[in-house]
């Protein structure tokens, strides 16, 4: 079965196992097909196209908060130190794994949600490596004023947001729904309240059935609503959407796909180009048909001899600008650390700045469609309150630095922590290649 042109495919988790669903955004999503397994890579039967995959809340961590600010360029930096603040931030070798989505905007202010996605294990990915991918509650359409129960892969979840957009989401710690399970609901967006990301709690919950075994009873809908301390109804579950843009998730495995295929198509145009240049030279210097006939024969064979050194070459280069984050003498965190050492005000005999926490994040992100190289230099520090004056001179010395001339900095006014009575600060920079 062949999808219409301009349709997609969209692997998503369902109740019980994965589900694909074809459509669009103007058309609408309709069921091709669902699998009773757990593990994406035991799906088959897709139709012809590329496939978009929604990643399962249970590989997915959700961390809203307030941003002070309505400047959507610092947003990415804060999402990042905020995962960093919660202890949320992925290892440097997923891909990537990191993502924010912005839920409401208001004067100097904004509401936004920081994913961060567990590198896929053995069988999670499918077969047929997906397109784009994103995270399945942004491609539920979220009712305004509601908290959305749902069963997804054999775990219960909830969620709550807007039509387009997700707020929070989580699977639920029990097998069941029943008292606990409200009760955690109810704990977790009486947090939210008291972030200032609810403005009051939903006023009702609803529970999406999927026509399946496995849909909540009468008895379940009753104790998770004595749980929630809220009225609970029943609703079908709605046909899926893909958001647009879809998010810059990228596990590792894809990314290296990817990376791959461009070196093949690198290796295949440096064969073409040499096949040409042989033809071009014998058209040139023999004017006889049979000899340019011959010297295109030779020209491909030996354009099959350099084939496999060419793919090696290529191989190498793609295996090398891997490893550049990591390689380059410049960007070795030995140097970067001693750099912002030396930026500090502290004298020989006082020590005028404390730093606390120095961390360099140097891995590749896809920016703008590319794989490019991203770093960012994280410096947390604090002095005592008469020394306050020494922070915008160190934020100074770090930007006058031509160890340090690659990043562009971000200096927040620095503030006091009541607990030791210090002025504290956290300086990023971030440099992009």
């Known amino acids: 079965m062949s999808g219409k042109k301009g349709d997609l495919n969209l692997l998503i988790p369902g109740a019980d196992g994965w589900e694909i669903w074809t459509g669009s955004s103007v058309s609408g999503m309709n069921l091709h097909s669902a699998s009773g397994s757990f593990l994406a890579l035991e799906v088959s039967g897709y139709p012809s196209g590329g496939i978009q995959m929604a990643i399962p809340v249970r590989q997915v961590s959700a961390v809203p908060f307030r941003a002070q600010t309505d400047d959507l360029a610092l947003l990415g930096d804060l999402a990042m130190m905020q995962l960093e603040k919660n202890g949320t931030r992925p290892a440097l070798d997923g891909g990537q794994l990191t993502d924010h989505f912005v839920f409401s905007t208001a004067a100097e202010e904004t509401h936004l949600t920081a994913v961060v996605m567990n590198p896929p294990s053995e069988g999670q ?91 909540a009873r009468i008895e379940e809908q009753d104790a998770l609503a004595r749980g929630l301390d809220l009225p609970v109804s029943l609703a079908p579950k709605p046909s899926p959407i893909w958001p647009s843009p879809p998010s810059r998730l990228l596990p590792a495995d894809v990314r290296a ?15 073409a180009t040499l096949v040409f240049t042989y033809l071009g030279l014998a058209g040139y210097f023999y004017l006889n048909l049979q000899e340019v006939k011959d010297a295109a024969k030779q020209a491909k064979r030996d354009a099959s001899g350099i084939s496999e050194d060419a793919e090696a070459l290529l191989d190498h280069q793609a295996r090398w600008e891997e490893l550049r984050p ?96 210090k002025m504290t600060f956290t300086f990023t920079g971030n440099a992009t290649e």
């Open 125 to 215: 990915l499918p077969r047929k490596s997906p397109q784009a991918f994103d995270i399945s509650p942004r491609c539920l359409p979220f009712p305004a004023g509601r908290v959305v129960v749902w069963r997804e892969l054999g775990r219960w979840a909830f969620g709550i947001g807007k039509p387009g957009h997700a707020l929070y989401f989580q699977i639920l710690s029990g097998e069941r729904l029943d008292e606990r399970a409200g009760n955690e609901i109810r704990l977790a967006l009486t947090q939210l309240q008291m972030q200032g990301l609810l403005p009051e709690l939903p006023e009702a919950a609803v529970i999406w059935e999927h026509d399946s075994p496995s849909d």
């Open 257 to 271: 796909e990817r990376l791959a295929k461009k070196g093949r198509r690198h290796r295949n145009f440096l064969v």
């Open 326 to 421: 990591v390689v380059e003498d410049q960007f070795h965190p030995f140097e970067v650390y001693l750099a912002a050492y030396r930026a500090l005000p502290n004298s020989r005999s006082e020590r005028f700045i404390r730093l606390t926490k120095v961390s360099l994040l140097n891995q590749f992100r896809e920016i703008d469609s590319e794989l490019r190289v991203a770093r960012e230099l994280v410096i947390q520090g604090q002095a005592d309150q008469e020394q306050q004056p020494k922070i915008p001179l160190f934020a100074g010395s770090l930007k006058k630095s031509e160890q340090l001339e690659s990043f562009s900095w971000e200096f927040p006014p620095e503030s006091l922590d009541k607990k030791n009575g």
